[in-house]
T-cell receptor
Framework: DAKTTQPPSMDCAEGRAANLPCNHS???????VYWYRQIHSQGPQYIIH???NNETNEMASLIITEDRKSSTLILPHATLRDTAVYYC??????????FGAGTRLFVKA | GAVVSQHPSRVICKSGTSVKIECRSL??????MFWYRQFPKQSLMLMAT?????????EQGVEKDKFLINHASLTLSTLTVTSAHPEDSSFYIC???????????FGPGTRLLVL
């Protein structure tokens, strides 16, 4: 799996957009960018994934740079319930998921 | 999204006993299931990958005779921690993916405490 680099922690004000960056400069052509989050004492929750196009769903948007070497997960209106550890993972589809340290997002009232 | 369940959600056992944890895919056929372990304040660590009907593939450093994995059907995988010791106390999480699925879906986790 390609290595990813994420900031260890970030703060965000409630109601504002949370923009979580991820660097994956060694990504291969067949590797997707996946985002999961883990709320305390729960299993990871799938958020979104993409190959090269930007993606949006009911939870978030994923912006992937044209060279695919970095991406940003956007939570458009963060709430207190979005406080969690966010993991950016790069891997081919169907392969095992290896977790890094992730970004601990604190959403503050 | 697809739903994965685990049972039990938490278990306490005595040292030396064996504990079985079940992982079920509720609305899809899971051709591949994965087992993870997570210690406090750490990230998830992959233990093993299992494909339905075949032997599990264990990650380096994971004892296959201690952590028995069975994936006998397309909706059920089990992890048995044999002769559990206090250092096996951890949060065990499974995930599953189906044929052609790009995404893995995770269960809610099982918290094991060995006294």
């Amino acid at each position: 799996d390609a290595k990813t680099t994420q900031p260890p922690s970030m703060d965000c004000a409630e109601g504002r957009a949370a923009n979580l960056p991820c660097n994956h400069s060694t990504i291969s052509g067949n590797e997707y960018v996946y985002w999961y989050r883990q709320i305390h004492s729960q299993g990871p929750q799938y958020i979104i994934h993409g190959l090269k196009n930007n993606e949006t769903n009911e939870m978030a948007s994923l912006i992937i740079t044209e060279d695919r070497k970095s991406s940003t997960l956007i939570l458009p209106h963060a709430t207190l319930r979005d406080t969690a550890v966010y993991y950016c993972i790069v891997r081919p589809g169907g392969f095992k998921t290896i977790f890094g340290a992730g970004t601990r997002l604190f959403v503050k009232a | 999204g697809a739903v994965v369940s685990q049972h039990p959600s938490r278990v306490i056992c005595k040292s030396g006993t064996s504990v079985k944890i079940e992982c079920r895919s509720l609305d899809f056929q899971a051709t591949t299931m994965f087992w993870y372990r997570q210690f406090p304040k750490q990230s998830l660590m992959l233990m093993a990958t299992s494909n339905e009907g075949s032997k599990a593939t264990y990650e380096q450093g994971v004892e296959k005779d201690k952590f028995l994995i069975n994936h006998a059907s397309l909706t059920l995988s089990t992890l048995t921690v044999t002769s559990a010791h206090p250092e096996d106390s951890s949060f065990y999480i499974c995930s599953a993916s189906g044929t052609g699925q790009e995404t893995q879906y995770f269960g809610p986790g099982t918290r094991l405490l060995v006294l």
